[in-house]
């Protein structure tokens, strides 16, 4: 799963360069084989996806903070809610805790036109 190489996967797994060459391929048609690589690239895939989104949340906070321009402001806020999952199909989940106050779900254009920012 690594190396994306059957033959380079199977001499690290300290198979003879004979053996890769005849029998790698066959084992990529084991039923186990095949699902323990679909799980570590699972696995692979969650990992490198979290990486990727704290580098993404932290990029846009920068930008938020430094940028003179309100609708990039608007833009990077927005990118951050979606990429928390607050925001999901252009709705906007807000739980206000407030006794004369109750929202739950809102449209974008409803949020941006109430003048949270």
């Excluded at 001499?11 to 084991?30: I, N, P, R, T, V």
């Excluded at 679909?38 to 696995?43: D, G, P, S």
Aim: glycine residues 2%; without cysteine; negative net charge.
């Amino acid at each position: 799963m690594l190396t994306r190489d059957i033959k380079q996967s199977s001499l690290s797994a300290g198979y003879s360069e004979s053996y890769s060459k005849s029998k790698a391929y066959e084992l990529l048609q084991d039923e186990k084989i095949q699902k323990k690589i679909q799980e570590l690239e699972k696995e692979h895939n969650q990992e490198h996806f979290k990486r990727l989104s704290t580098i993404a949340n932290k990029e846009l906070e920068t930008i938020l903070l430094s940028s003179d321009n309100d609708n990039t402001r608007l833009r990077a806020i927005e990118l951050i809610y979606k990429l928390s999952g607050i925001i999901q199909d252009d709705k906007i989940s807000l739980n206000v805790n407030n006794a004369s106050i109750n929202q739950n779900v809102k449209s974008l254009d409803d949020f941006y036109s109430n003048e949270h920012f």
